[in-house]
């Protein structure tokens, strides 16, 4: 039987490679191969959102120590839950719940020179909310490396004695699960998959998106601007090409006409032909709304040469963060989809929840961290009524699982004057 006690793990040192490989930005679907979260283009500032790399942090003590407890060394009692279908192994609990604990599995890459930041981030938020919520259910930590087989086969390993499996984190590694035969028990992979067609039965997708933020800001702008035409801005990075995709499929969709308009840029800086091609297009014929698919950088720059008279909407990469007394002026006006976590935190779903120690800690640590807690709470509904529709007010947003897809709604916000006023989703 597979038995760990939970330990504290240090954060490793963030790498640009950990944030390709940290999938909460899809937030956290990522182009690159060995990608977990989508990267922006080169900047230096440290508000530069949850799709760049950000600057390698010192080593720090861990910002959460969950509390000590000794796990079990023998055989628990409780029926594993089975996918639809399925029978019991031989050895196992019986089929019917005989009220002990939900035994989950926390599958981490801790053991990663590269993602062992991030996914201590996780690990943090999911014991913060298992500390909070977590009564009825029992929690094993299991740590991996970088590489996909060592993740599978702990995967496999935790699945035979676990009810419920949150993970694997590194996007390859949720990509080999998904084409794999090994899904035994309701998994929460906290990435999304490279895989065509359904997921496999049974594995509910819990990461981040970059192109669901897109789709929820073109709603938004369309029930704002009923009759707009929209010109998409669209950085030269991968992950701005997707999120400027799908704002321009879902906008169609919804039987508006609109334009892209590209600016690229190279370390940190747009390029300046590009900018004065968008002034003298926006002075000529101004559209009636903007799309930013554009890091918070590049977007300072373009709001201050074009100004702010056209509302302007954008997903988390764009989102300035939270600086009361410190206000970006030619951000006023922005209109941010995001978590709730960054621009609702007095929302009281979100304020139950402890902040992280590290008062300095990124948008991108930050996202990872509240993605840790709801992905308990997600595990905790998966394994309470397994095969069932549920819904789940969390801190990365509003999650509706209709017993196949879990779908997130995520905040809608104004910056201002270094702060953020709330929009209520039903407008």
């Known amino acids: 039987m597979l ?30 191969p060995q990608g977990l979260c989508a990267p922006g283009s080169a900047n230096t500032s440290p508000r530069s959102g949850d799709y760049a790399c950000p600057e390698p942090p010192p080593v720090r003590e861990p910002t959460y120590a969950p509390p000590a407890r000794e796990v079990e060394t023998a055989p628990v009692q409780t029926a594993p839950i089975l996918l639809p279908g399925q029978e019991p192994a031989a050895g196992t609990a019986p089929a019917a719940r005989s009220g002990g604990p939900v035994r989950i599995a926390l599958l981490l890459p801790l053991n990663s020179s590269a993602l062992g930041s991030a996914a201590e981030a996780v690990r943090a ?23 996909v087989d060592d993740a599978l086969a702990s995967y496999t390993d935790a699945a035979a004695v676990h009810d419920v499996v949150v993970g694997p984190l590194a996007r390859p590694a949720v990509s080999a699960l998904a084409g794999s035969a090994s899904l035994r028990r309701p998994t929460v992979a906290l990435n999304h998959p490279e895989v065509r067609g359904s997921l496999p039965r049974g594995m509910v997708v819990a990461g981040l998106s970059i192109e669901d933020e897109a789709r929820q800001a073109a709603d938004w702008a369309a029930r704002e601007h009923p009759q707009g035409r929209v010109l998409i801005l669209a950085g030269n990075a991968a992950w701005a090409q ?13 039987g508006h006409t609109g334009q892209r308009f590209s600016l690229p840029s190279s370390e940190g800086r747009v390029d300046q032909l590009a900018m004065s091609d968008l ?13 930013a698919a554009l890091d918070v950088v590049e977007l300072r720059q373009v709001r201050a040469q074009t100004g702010t008279a056209i509302p302007c909407y954008t997903g988390g990469a764009g989102n300035p963060g939270r600086s009361p007394g410190i206000s970006m002026p030619e951000l006023d006006g922005l209109r941010v989809v995001d978590l709730p976590w960054l621009v609702r935190p007095d929302a009281s779903v979100v304020m139950v929840y402890p902040r992280p120690l590290d008062s300095e800690q990124s948008l991108t640590m930050s996202r990872l961290y509240a993605l840790g807690i709801d992905a308990f709470l997600v595990a905790r509904e998966l394994a309470r ?28 916000a104004v910056y201002r004057d270094g702060n953020f006023e709330a929009v209520d989703p039903g407008l």
């Open 242 to 254: 997707r999120a400027a995709g799908a704002f321009e499929a879902r906008w169609n969709e919804l």
């Open 125 to 147: 938020g999911f014991m913060a909310s298992v500390e909070r919520d977590g009564a009825g259910a029992t929690v094993d930590l299991i740590a991996t490396g970088d590489g």
């Open 385 to 412: 009524r397994p095969g069932a529709p549920f819904v789940v007010d969390g801190v990365t947003g509003h999650l509706e699982m209709d017993g196949v897809r879990l779908r997130r709604r995520e905040a809608m």
């Open 3 to 32: 038995v760990k006690k939970l330990k504290e793990l240090g954060a490793g040192l963030t790498t640009g490679l950990a944030i390709l490989l940290l999938a909460g930005c899809t937030t956290v679907s990522l182009d690159e």
């Open 279 to 291: 002034k003298a297009r926006l002075d000529i014929d101004p559209p009636t709304l903007l799309f």
